[in-house]
Every structure is written in C-alpha cells, then in structure tokens.
C-alpha cells in the first residue's frame, strides 16, 4: 500500500516538473528529443539561435533534478521504514522503474504523441 502511494506521489510530482515547461514552451525539452525531431527542428532557420541556449539550461536542469529526486528518494526511504540497504535499493528501483514505465506509457506514448 505504502509503495502504491509513493509510485503515485512521484508521478504527480514528475509529471508537475515536466508539463508545464513543455506547454508553456514546447522546444525547453529539445534536447530529450528523438534525435530525427531535434534535426528537424534544428534544421528551420527560425529556431538556430534559441537551440544552443535551451540546451545549456536543460542541462543545468537535469542536475538540479537529479539532486532534488535524491533527496526526495531518501525521504521516502526514510519515511518508509526501511533499514537495510538491500530493501532501499530494491524500493527506490522499484519507484524508478514505475516512474520511468508512466513517463513512457502516459506522458510519452499517450500525451506527447498526440
């Protein structure tokens, strides 16, 4: 039950982190394009000057999320009970794996697609 929640909370929270840059200004997340779609892109003279400046901020982005996932994960760890490290790892993979199935599954296949 416990897992349930977190699997839920971490996608809420993953999906709060990820949508509302990509509505707001759907070329922030160039640089986790298909490679065929970023050369596309790339390739209209209209976006050549914005594309280096968004890759630089996706980057330093991507490590203030790695960092701030940490903590989270480490929260939840600690939240959850949990005291060895065997039963940590396996948790926060168990999460991982979740989260990364419901960014492809939902986000990906279903919303980005469309």
């Not at 790339?42 to 203030?64: D, M, Q, V």
């Not at 790695?66 to 999460?95: H, P, Q």
């Amino acid at each position: 039950m416990i897992f349930t929640i977190e699997s839920i909370a971490l996608c809420a929270i993953f999906t709060l982190a990820i949508m509302p840059a990509l509505y707001k200004n759907p070329l922030s997340q160039i640089a986790s394009y298909p490679t065929a779609i970023r050369k596309r892109v790339e390739a209209l003279p209209e976006y050549k000057s914005t594309i280096k400046a968004l890759e630089r901020k996706h980057i330093a982005r991507k490590i203030a999320a790695v960092i701030l996932f940490a903590i989270i994960f480490a929260a939840i760890a600690r939240l959850s009970g949990l005291k060895t490290f065997k039963k940590v790892f396996a948790n926060t993979f168990m999460l991982f794996f979740v989260v990364n199935l419901y960014d492809l599954i939902v986000l990906d296949l279903i919303i980005f697609c469309r």
